[in-house]
Nanobody, 123 residues
């Protein structure tokens, strides 16, 4: 199995950028499709994006295309989420997750989760 730890969250003004990182330990990261999710206070967890095991395919919800970018470096056991032009609506706890199969938009398809990192966007 794999252990995941997110980092890079913080407070940023509207229009700013943040780069989140997900560090994996245990089983090799290339064994997993990876996803990012977020959960705002009082709301359900939301799909942010996913990347296949070798990074050949990346998926985003239409609402986030163009602002968020996912990448991975299997040799360094890390997955990154670059977030640009942030808006107050992006305020949430962001989670990375690992899937034994193809990464999807459904959180039930992911077996391993990090503890999350808080992102707060001020207006």
């Amino acid at each position: 199995q794999v252990q995941l730890v997110e980092s890079g969250g913080g407070l940023v003004q509207t229009g700013g950028s943040l780069r989140l990182s997900c560090a994996a330990s245990g089983r090799t990261l290339s064994s997993y499709g990876m996803g990012w999710f977020r959960q705002a206070p009082g709301k359900e967890r939301e799909f942010v994006g996913a990347i296949t095991r070798r990074g050949e395919r990346i998926y985003y919800p239409d609402s986030l295309k163009g602002r968020f970018t996912i990448s991975r470096e299997n040799a360094r056991s890390t997955v990154a989420l670059q977030m640009n032009n942030l808006e107050p609506e992006d305020t949430a706890v962001y989670y990375c997750a690992a899937s034994n199969g193809r990464p999807t938009m459904w959180e039930n398809d992911y077996s391993y989760w990090g503890q999350g990192t808080q992102v707060t966007v001020s207006s």
